[in-house]
């Protein structure tokens, strides 16, 4: 076992680890973070995604020893307190899931995507969410649920700069 | 679970070759995609992991005199979304945002995928198009491969164990040349059951110079010589860019796949082909 420090949501984790551990099982397991699920543990499903530095990635298909010098943002650091991020709201009201155990993984490629483009086509949405899957919904409501964020990111980026105060 | 790997992060070539050198059963992380899936399958154990992402320097895209130079940890989300790659080397730009899905694009890399040698990858059928070469090096040397010579097999390429691939250039196609890159797979961006890329010279209407390559057929991705023979001289009729197509289904090997039927991987072959070429051509004349 090797110690490392992870940094994960802002805050640092020291675990004590296999390096070759993957980081999905490591965030579950040795942090306890149960958010980021493990479907299919190959790369295919997209329920572990997490970002890493700020990028979409899957976290089975990282090796913990890889990580230890990147921010890793899992789905339990989008919401400040009580408000839930403007995707996680989409998907409450557009009704983007069922049994929710792919959800996390949505929400966070989603987000990624918003953050590099916050007004996406519906191809743009798809191609975002190509490498994760859902088995309930039929994606049209997580398309749905994705676009409602986009509305309300530039709903109040544009109420920012429009504000009477400025 | 496999046995507890020693997991070194070097972070200059010179100590990732001495690792390398140093301990013969290494691997190398790269974007750890397909790694992480033979280790979590159990096809290999690593005892030891030479991780080289925290090496200053070996990922970015820059170009001089004509040369493209891609560091070897440059991941495929990068290069797809580059404006100088899709400017100078749109065939693999294309190649690049074909591969899996954004989350995979993001840790993959160009490096990588040369070095495991994946016959089905879709970066090997444009290095090879573009006379690519990959630069590896080790303690005592520096050395230059020609795409061509560089994949040898199945999941096998020129490199010994103890070679670090810490860069690939490609030469930027001039005025009068077009590139591009075609895919077929059971699934948007799945796997490549074939794919196919094409690099066409044309002066005056008549084709200079020509170079075809398929990959996913066989142990390797293979040239079509025979049919950019059929192309060279030529004025690059339709009937022309069909010769070449055929030519292709005929000369190219296609290894025995349960999965799918040899007449039907043919046919894709030629199919693959003749729209590679088709839009290579359009490029080199400007038109697209």
């Known amino acids: 076992m090797t110690e490392l420090t992870l940094h994960i949501n802002g805050e640092e984790h020291e675990v004590d680890v296999d390096p070759a551990k993957p980081l999905s099982a490591v965030i579950r397991d040795d942090i306890g973070l149960k958010g980021t699920k493990q479907g299919c543990s190959t790369g295919v499903c997209g329920a572990c995604t997490v970002h890493i530095d700020g990028e979409a990635q899957k976290s089975c298909m990282q090796m913990v020893g890889g990580v230890i010098d990147d921010e890793i943002q899992t789905i339990e650091g989008l919401a400040e307190g009580e408000d839930l991020h403007p995707v996680q709201e989409g998907f409450v009201e557009e009704f983007g899931l069922q049994c929710g155990f792919c959800t996390p993984g949505f929400i966070m490629s989603a987000t990624s995507l918003l953050e590099e483009n916050s007004d996406p086509s519906e191809e743009e949405i798809k191609q975002a969410i190509h490498g994760n899957t859902c088995r309930c919904t039929g994606y049209t409501k997580i398309i749905d649920s994705i676009e409602y964020a986009a509305d309300a990111l530039n709903e109040n980026e544009s109420s920012e700069t429009t504000s009477p105060s400025d | 679970m496999i046995a507890e790997a020693e997991y070194y992060r070097p972070t200059d070539v010179e100590s990732a070759c001495h690792l390398l050198a140093e301990h ?265």
């Open chain 2, 24 to 288: 013969d059963e290494a691997i190398v992380v790269a974007g750890g995609q397909s790694l992480s899936l033979l280790t979590k399958e159990g096809i290999i154990s690593p005892e030891k992991l030479v991780d080289i992402n925290h090496i200053d320097g070996l990922d970015g895209i820059d170009e001089n005199d004509g040369i493209v130079r891609i560091g070897a940890t440059t991941n495929h989300r990068t290069i797809e979304t580059s404006s100088l790659v899709e400017e100078m080397i749109p065939a693999l730009a294309t190649s690049a945002g074909q591969i899996a899905d954004v989350q995979i694009r993001n840790a993959g890399t160009i490096g990588g995928v040369a070095a495991y040698a994946d016959p089905t990858a879709d970066y090997p059928p444009v290095f090879l198009v573009l006379d690519a070469t990959i630069h590896a090096e080790t303690v005592e040397a520096e050395n230059t491969y020609s795409a061509d010579e560089f994949f040898t097999g199945y999941y096998q390429s020129a490199l010994d164990e103890q070679e670090l691939v810490t860069e690939v250039r490609l030469p930027v196609p001039s005025e009068n040349e077009g590139t591009a890159f075609e895919k077929l797979a059971f699934r948007e961006n799945d796997r490549a059951i074939v794919n196919a890329a094409a690099w066409i010279a044309v002066e005056d209407g008549t084709c200079t110079d020509t170079r075809i390559a398929v990959g996913g057929t066989t142990n390797m991705p293979l040239l079509a010589e025979d049919a950019a023979g059929h192309l060279e001289g030529s004025t690059l009729d339709d009937t022309d860019i069909e010769a070449a197509a055929t030519a292709a289904k005929e000369e190219i090997r296609i290894a025995s796949d349960p999965s799918i039927d040899e007449a039907y991987r043919k046919d894709m072959v030629e199919s693959l082909v003749e729209k590679a070429l088709t839009t290579a051509i359009k490029r080199a004349r400007g038109e697209q």
